[in-house]
């Protein structure tokens, strides 16, 4: 167990639909990133935050957004969804920013757009 | 911009047989080296990493990889695979002081009996 908490575990939706992933971090860590691991591409950065603020971003599609809340945890919003969407997100946390060392990973969200 | 090549997609092992995973990494910098390891069904962890030192480094489990900045390598070794190292490995690399993890495609390891 990483200590970092994903929901929903799986999720099938239609295309066109929204979906909001939501990631807790470990207790402590400041810092949220969010992956897109689907098989012709691998693991995909998307975007990090830290302690509440956008830090980094990478290959994240404009129908996708982000937040990270007072409380750390941190949602991934998936809309107007398409069926390229379909892949497993993970969010990832780690202790600070500026610090590159270990990430802790969740277990992933399933998404499957039909 | 940064990058990450594994060129091995899929691997056959079997077991007490030799490894060598390849991790190659495009960025002019100093970098942070990392190889991932995602059991099946479970979530990614740290293998090893490389941040400074002695470019040999050792992990968890038996596995060890070497830096050689002039190749631009992070290759990953173990002696002797077992059964229960059947999983995927990636290999990660951030540019010096930032925080963006990028990951190569991954290599499939599948080790019979």
């Known amino acids: 167990d990483s200590g970092v908490t994903q929901t929903p575990k799986h999720l099938i939706t239609a295309t066109g639909q929204r979906v909001t992933l939501r990631c807790s971090p470990r207790s402590g860590d400041l810092s949220v990133y969010w992956y897109q691991q689907s098989l012709d591409q691998g693991l995909q950065f998307l975007i990090q935050?830290?302690?509440?603020?956008?830090?980094a971003k990478g290959n994240i599609l404009e129908r996708f957004s982000a937040q990270q809340f007072p409380d750390l945890h941190s949602e991934l919003n998936l809309s107007s969804l398409e069926l390229g969407d379909s892949a497993l997100y993970f969010c990832a946390s780690s202790p600070r920013t500026g610090e590159t060392g270990e990430l802790f990973f969740g277990e992933g969200s399933r998404l499957t757009v039909l | 911009a940064q990058s990450v090549s594994q060129h091995n997609h899929h691997v056959i092992l079997s077991e007490a047989a030799s490894l060598e995973l390849g991790c190659n990494y495009s960025y002019g910098g100093t970098v942070n080296l990392f190889w991932y390891v995602q059991y099946p069904g479970q979530h990614l962890q740290l293998l090893l990493k490389y941040f400074s030192g002695d470019p040999l480094v050792k992990g968890i489990k038996g596995f060890e990889a070497e830096f050689i900045k002039s190749k631009f390598s992070f290759n990953l070794r173990k002696p002797s695979v077992q059964w229960s190292d059947t999983a995927e490995y990636f290999c990660?690399?951030?540019?010096?002081?930032?925080?963006?993890?990028?990951f190569g495609t991954g290599t499939r390891l599948q080790v019979f009996p």
């Open positions: 935050y830290y302690n509440g603020e956008e830090r």
């Open positions: 990660a690399v951030t540019a010096y002081n930032t925080d963006k993890l990028i």
